[in-house]
């Protein structure tokens, strides 16, 4: 007892060092750390080491490590090719999109334009005829060269593989830089806890933010599909009533029914986005894996308190808890790449036809006798 007494009044004049609390040390690793940014949406880890030399140096140690380094390097490259072989498809869709559209709109204006044929006040309207038609061959050539590019490219394949790897990196390295038992204590902070809290900052909350923010994107883009495929119904439905009830007042209206042919290209539009994309069902799914991790991440505030006592398994625990959910939502992703192929082949039969067909009707057109008078 009067041992006890003595140390207590030590302590209290300031003799013996205050022992740090729990919370003081989860606060004080935290700080550390620092709170994840918008400027870690997309990571650098084989920059960390020197940005966390000052602040968390037994982790730098770590990240420095050879294992690590090379980890980090291999995640980088992949995730750089995976942005790359995304972007030239994407590329490359949207432009095979857009000359549908284009080649459409031409073989509307040449359909027209015959019915209308009389009202033209053009000495020579064979050439109306041939540059419509031309122009219309032209665009619907030039996505058919898009599309056959995407697919004898395997650009579709190539994105999946380099993305699929890049995650395989992600994780990897992760699962490497919180699983590393060595390193020293000169900061005082305890290792397990800078390692969860590198965790958190650079995969959990990155991963949090991405899925929500992508969720609202790919919702947003979906609404504004529907948009247009309400539009090119409308469209369709307006122009065939029309042509009906005016065509029988002047037979020339009649032809007012190739407006179909536009609104069927502005759906062919809208569904090899949707069907590229996948708005709609990545809208669902990240939304549901936005909220999986959201209540991981509500678990995180125990999980600080179990490893700054010590424990190594819950840091083991959470780590692989949040990395289930990522690759089930990774697997599922490629799965949706079935999907995407079959818009492509979609889009290749949409050119197809609009070629056939302006390439017919520029034809009948030109050989139309013309009166001049």
């Given at each position: 007892m009067a041992r006890a007494c003595h140390f207590e009044k030590l302590e209290t004049e300031g003799w013996l060092p205050m022992l740090p609390s729990p919370e003081e040390l989860i606060n004080a690793t935290i700080e550390a750390l620092g709170k994840s940014a918008k400027t870690d949406?997309?990571?650098t880890p084989t920059t960390h080491a020197r940005e966390l030399a000052e602040r968390a140096g037994e982790l730098a140690e770590i990240l420095r490590t050879?294992?690590?380094?090379?980890a980090a390097r291999q995640y980088e490259e992949r995730d750089q090719r995976a942005r790359d072989a995304r972007d030239r498809f994407g590329r490359l869709t949207s432009r095979a999109r857009w000359a549908v559209l284009i080649a459409a709109c031409?073989?509307?204006?040449?359909?027209?334009?015959?019915?209308f044929a009389e009202r033209l006040q053009i000495a020579d309207?064979?050439?109306v005829f041939i540059a419509l038609g031309g122009a219309g061959t032209v665009a619907g050539a030039l996505g058919t060269m898009w599309v056959f590019r995407i697919r004898e490219g395997k650009l579709l394949d190539e994105w999946m593989q380099h993305r699929a790897h890049a995650e395989t990196r992600r994780l990897a390295y992760f699962a490497l830089v919180t699983g590393c038992?060595?390193?020293?204590?000169?900061?005082?902070?305890?290792?397990?806890?800078?390692?969860?809290?590198?965790?958190?900052?650079?995969?959990?909350?990155?991963?949090?933010?991405?899925?929500r923010d992508r969720s609202a994107e790919?919702?947003?883009?979906?609404?504004?599909?529907?948009?247009v495929s309400s539009w090119a119904v409308f469209v369709s439905t307006l122009s065939a009533g029309?042509?009906?009830?005016?065509?029988?007042?002047?037979?020339?209206?009649?032809?007012?029914?190739?407006?179909?042919?536009?609104?069927?290209?502005?759906?062919?539009?809208?569904?090899?986005?949707?069907?590229?994309?996948q708005d709609r069902r990545?809208?669902?799914?990240?939304?549901r894996t936005y909220e999986s991790l959201e209540q991981l991440e509500s678990k995180l505030p125990a999980v600080r308190h179990a490893v700054t006592a010590g424990s190594s398994k819950a840091l083991n625990q959470f780590v692989r808890a949040v990395h289930e959910q990522l690759s089930l939502e990774h697997r599922q992703w490629l799965r949706g790449a079935e999907a995407i192929s079959d818009g492509v082949a979609s889009l290749e039969e949409t050119l197809a036809g609009l070629k056939d067909q302006t390439a017919s009707i520029s034809s009948c057109q030109a050989k139309q006798p013309v009166n001049a008078g």
């Open positions: 949406y997309r990571i050879s294992e690590a380094l090379v031409f073989a509307v204006a040449l359909m027209l334009a015959g019915a309207r064979g050439w038992r060595n390193g020293s204590t000169g900061s005082g902070l305890p290792l397990r806890l800078q390692q969860l809290e590198y965790f958190r900052r650079y995969q959990l909350e990155v991963q949090v933010r991405y899925y790919h919702l947003a883009a979906s609404r504004r599909t529907l948009a029309l042509a009906g009830v005016l065509g029988a007042w002047w037979p020339a209206l009649a032809s007012l029914a190739a407006l179909s042919v536009l609104g069927s290209a502005l759906s062919s539009f809208a569904s090899v986005k949707e069907s590229g994309n990545n809208a669902e799914r990240y939304g």
